[in-house]
C-alpha cells in the first residue's frame, strides 16, 4: 500500500466525539483490509475496528468500542473513517490506522501482528 496519513486527531472532553480520517490508496487491483489501533503508553496496541474496501463492505468491531465507534469509508474521497462517540479519558491514545491485503484467519482481524502497512499515528486526548 501507498503511506496511510491519519488526521482529525485532537483533545476532546469526555463525553465527545472525534472523527479520525486515514487517507488510503483505495486504487488497487485487489480488495484489502483497512482497520483502526490504537495504543496507550505502556500499553499493548488494540485493534478497535476493522472494514474491507470490497464494493460489499463487511465491518467488524472489537467489543469495547463497538457501541461508541463506527468506521466507513467513502471511496470518491479515499479515506477510511472512525467515527467515536461518547468519548472516556481510557480513549486518550495514538490511534493508527493500518491495511493488510488479507487474514490468515478470522480471529486474526483485529490483531496488529496480521496488519502489514501503518500510518505513522495521531494523538486522541480525553479529558475529564
Known amino acids: 500500500q501507498s503511506p496511510l496519513v491519519e488526521s482529525g486527531g485532537g483533545s476532546v472532553q469526555a463525553g465527545g466525539s472525534l472523527r479520525l480520517s486515514c487517507l488510503v490508496d483505495?486504487?488497487?487491483?485487489?480488495?484489502?483490509?483497512v482497520a483502526w489501533f490504537r495504543q496507550a503508553p505502556g500499553k499493548e496496541r488494540e485493534g478497535l475496528a476493522a472494514?474491507?474496501?470490497?464494493?460489499?463492505?463487511?465491518?467488524y468491531y472489537d467489543d469495547s468500542v463497538k457501541d461508541r465507534f463506527a468506521i466507513s469509508i467513502d471511496r470518491a474521497r479515499s479515506t477510511v473513517y472512525l467515527q467515536m462517540d461518547k468519548l472516556v479519558p481510557e480513549d486518550t491514545a495514538k490511534y493508527y490506522c493500518a491495511t493488510t491485503p488479507r487474514f490468515a484467519a478470522r480471529s486474526l482481524r483485529l490483531s496488529p501482528s496480521a496488519y502489514r502497512y501503518w500510518g505513522q499515528g495521531i494523538q486522541v486526548t480525553v479529558s475529564s
Open positions: 472494514i474491507t474496501t470490497r464494493v460489499v463492505e463487511t465491518t
Open positions: 483505495l486504487n488497487t487491483d485487489t480488495p484489502f483490509w
